[in-house]
């Protein structure tokens, strides 16, 4: 009996183990069933392209058949045959990686399906070489299809239902059949402006413009091109002491398909070549011939370049400076005024050339020329040492470029608001309240928390502090918390160099916050020559409507700047700096110094009372040291 229930058992055994077995089986068959009905699903769509392409090859004429007028639109539609092959060979990679799966299957696959398969591999190389074959005989036809001076290979940078046409001056338009629309934008520029508008909950001008400027330049591919680069392209498309003179739209297009040829060389397959070209051509249009009259001075084309391209922000300031110098290396008021119109146009394309004094520029010619020994022309040095100052109309230019030295930069710190650590990008740490920090993003959008006020000083930083600037900073910090609150809120020393608008259009002002910029020299950064003095420099949107400043001659806090409100008027939210100094206990429970609450102790001094509070009172009153709320 115990024997016949062994194999009783035993055989029950055997059961759920063939249970198993064929639900495993009936999984795996299930599996490889759906993926042999995906597989046979791409084949017939593969099949169907195969077809299409098929049709559309044999519509083509014999290229000695093809009149002159009409190569370069036979090579356009080549290029688009091309762009459908490389999509078809998109698609059998997936066929190919689902067929060869399956093969590995026990069951594998069918011999049709095999030579289906391989059918349509076929296929796709056939098309590929002969679509090579024709682009090769359009060309020799052609002979320089490619060239500038038809722009024709450009008209691959739009996608249907979008054309890109030509007008008589040369200045390319955009047509969408779809919506029966023309247009002078490229759809690429505008969609990239379309990007732009979420930059706006930037409150303060020059940051915002740097900003937009920063995002232009990476879909530009600008980030990649070397300044020396820049110049050396320059002349050798014989530029080269040709900026009072003009460029058509072939010569631009020209000189900057040497440009995408050089950054292409330099990072292959990272750069669409005619759609670059295409999209930096509108975008200079845009800003210098806004009217489209198809000329584009060469000083205004450089200037774009060259604010855009990588590089240290002393060599451009050099480089823009010899741009406009005679030879013996001066500059007179007229070429100084070019200059700095050439520079405006890009924030008033953006929108922002009212924040920076507008685009009369005889304001700035003159602050400019203050620094001139004899009041006719200026030199190197002295247009250096006012741009150290950093004009009103060139603000955003030292803001974009110290945005881009900040954003390796990792701060051990902590923002107040969002509570981010580290901070990437730029940290700012208010210099009246301890330890208390921003990030560049809470800072740029006016978050702020209820202890911070508007008014408060601020610190920025593009690299990381270091333990004597933490100490410098702490040291601010008790100095200013001994300072009447009036002393930051009436303070209107500007941090850059103001201009006087003779337009007479007004600009309503608010209080903001001010702001002071760390970036010595020996981190590489952009503002002062003197990292001792941490002369820094400053941004500030408008230049405030109250009277004239009185600043404390012997107040290291002369160095601190104003901001000003957005464009709209909207009252400034400040952004507190990161700060990574480690405050005591003792200090960090007050709010501040002049908080009067009797609920506050202090770990050395005896409570407040009526009493000790007014003698206090009459004290600071003899010693002018503090003010009471």
Not at 11 to 20: A, P, T, V
Not at 513 to 539: E, Y
Request: charged letters at 25%; one cysteine or more.
């Amino acid at each position: 009996m115990a024997d016949l229930n062994e194999k009783v058992r035993m055989l029950s055994e055997s059961w759920q183990s063939l249970f198993r077995e064929s639900d495993a089986l009936q999984l795996r068959t299930e599996t490889v069933t759906a993926e042999l009905d995906s597989l046979l699903k791409l084949c017939e769509a593969a099949r169907v392209k195969t077809e299409d392409l098929r049709t559309e090859s044999n519509k083509w004429e014999d290229t000695d058949e093809v009149p002159v007028d009409d190569l370069s639109k036979k090579v356009d539609d080549a290029k688009k045959f091309k762009s459908k092959v490389e999509a078809q060979a998109t698609r059998l990679e997936e066929v190919n990686a689902l067929a060869a799966r399956l093969q590995r299957t026990p069951s594998g696959l069918s011999e049709e399906v095999v030579r289906s398969v391989a059918y349509l591999n076929e296929q796709k190389e056939a098309f590929a070489h002969r679509v090579d074959d024709r682009l090769a005989q359009l060309h020799a036809a052609s002979g320089h299809v490619t060239s500038s001076d038809n722009q024709h290979f450009l008209a691959t940078s739009v996608d249907e239902p979008w054309e890109r046409r030509v007008g008589p001056n040369k200045v390319p338009y955009y047509i969408n059949h779809a919506e029966e629309v023309t247009q002078w934008d490229h759809p690429r520029l505008t969609d990239i402006m379309s990007s732009l508008l979420e930059v706006n909950k930037i409150r303060f001008s020059a940051y915002r413009t740097a900003t937009k400027l920063r995002f232009m330049q990476k879909k530009l591919h600008l980030d990649l091109l070397q300044l020396n680069a820049a110049t050396e392209i320059f002349d050798k498309c014989g530029l080269r002491a040709q900026n009072d003179n003009t460029l058509d739209c072939t010569q631009a297009v020209a000189c900057l398909m040497v440009i995408y040829e050089h950054l292409n060389t330099l990072h292959p397959n990272r750069i669409n070549f005619a759609l670059a070209i295409d999209v930096c051509l509108n975008w200079l249009l845009n800003c210098h011939d806004p009217d489209r009259t198809g000329q584009l001075r060469v000083l205004a084309f450089k200037v774009s370049i060259v604010v855009l391209c990588q590089g240290e922000l002393n060599a451009k300031y050099r480089y823009l400076f010899r741009l406009i110098t005679d030879e013996n290396g001066r500059v007179d008021q007229a070429h100084v005024g070019q200059l700095l119109y050439c520079c405006l146009q890009i924030p008033r394309y953006l929108g922002e050339v009212a924040a920076f004094g507008g685009t009369d520029v005889n304001p700035s010619v003159l602050s400019c020329f203050k620094f001139s020994t004899n009041g006719i022309d200026i030199q190197l040095k002295q247009f250096l040492a006012w741009l150290a100052r950093e004009p009103q109309a060139l603000a955003w230019f030292s803001v974009l470029h110290r945005q881009i030295a900040a954003e390796p930069s990792r701060h051990h710190a902590k923002c107040n608001v969002c509570e981010c650590f580290p901070i990437n990008g730029l940290r700012y740490r208010c210099l009246k309240c301890f330890n208390y920090d921003l990030c560049q993003n809470c800072f740029f959008t006016g978050l702020r928390t209820k202890s911070h006020k508007l008014s408060h000083p601020m610190q920025e930083y593009s690299y990381p502090a270091t333990s004597s600037e933490d100490m410098r900073d702490f040291k601010r910090v008790l100095k200013n918390k001994l300072r009447p609150r009036d002393s930051f809120r009436n303070n209107s020393n500007l941090g850059y160099l103001p201009v006087e608008s003779g337009s007479g259009r007004g600009v309503d002002h608010d209080k903001s916050a001010t702001l002071t910029s760390l970036n010595s020299n020996a981190k590489g950064s952009v503002g002062s020559s003197d990292p001792a003095d941490f002369t820094q420099t400053r941004i500030i949107e408008f230049e405030g409507s109250r009277g004239a400043s009185s600043p404390e001659a012997d107040d290291e806090h002369s160095l601190i700047t104003r901001y000003a409100s957005t464009l709209n008027g909207v009252s400034d939210s400040v952004r507190l700096t990161p700060s990574s100094l480690r405050i005591s206990p003792v200090l960090e429970q007050y709010d501040s110094i002049f908080n009067y609450r009797r609920s506050l102790r202090c770990k050395y001094c005896k409570p407040w009372n009526r009493k000790s509070r007014r003698k206090w009172k009459d004290t600071s009153r003899n010693s002018k040291a503090i003010t009471t709320v």
